[in-house]
């Protein structure tokens, strides 16, 4: 099969693309430890609601002054529904579901995770600006997903 000069050297250039982003990639997680915030812990997903501390989802304050959160995602909500969160304040916020894999984002923020059932996802945010952020399931979950939502009140 004859192949053009021009179309080898585009072929060849394709290539070598894909070979430098696949090991930026590889760089980033192995080198760099660029990984999603993921599988952090495992929890047995039929008894969330049983086990500390998703047994009362919420807000804690730590004795640093930072905080952590604990949601539960479900079809088709978050618990809680509401959080009010101090401005200023540095928030862990933990996620996992108790029934099918959810998204976990909060527009304008750091956070941007999936909730999957059996692990335990966790990410940081530092909330400057006082207002409502609104917490969605970015993660097509079934027929209710798009009225899954929570409000967070930072003030
Ligand atoms: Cu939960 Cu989409």
């Known amino acids: 099969m004859h192949i053009h000069k ?3 050297w585009w072929l060849t250039f394709g290539i070598a693309m894909l070979v430098v982003f696949l090991g930026v990639i590889a760089f980033a997680a192995f080198a760099d430890s660029v990984n999603p915030p993921s599988d952090m812990q495992q929890i047995d997903p039929t008894k969330v609601a049983q086990t500390p501390p998703f047994d009362r989802p919420g807000l804690r304050k730590l004795p640093d002054g930072s905080y952590e959160a604990y949601y539960i995602a479900r079809v088709f909500s978050f618990a809680p529904s509401i959080m009010t969160i101090p401005v200023g304040s540095k928030v862990t916020f933990y996620v996992t579901s108790s029934d099918v894999v959810h998204g976990f984002f909060i527009p304008n923020t750091d956070i941007n995770m999936m909730a999957v059932p ?8 530092i909330f400057v600006h006082a207002g409502e952020y609104l917490l969605i399931c970015h993660e097509y979950c079934g027929i209710g997903h798009q009225d899954m939502f929570a409000k967070i009140e930072v003030r």
């Open 6 to 8: 021009y179309e080898r």
């Open 118 to 125: 059996g692990w335990v996802n966790m990410e940081s945010h």
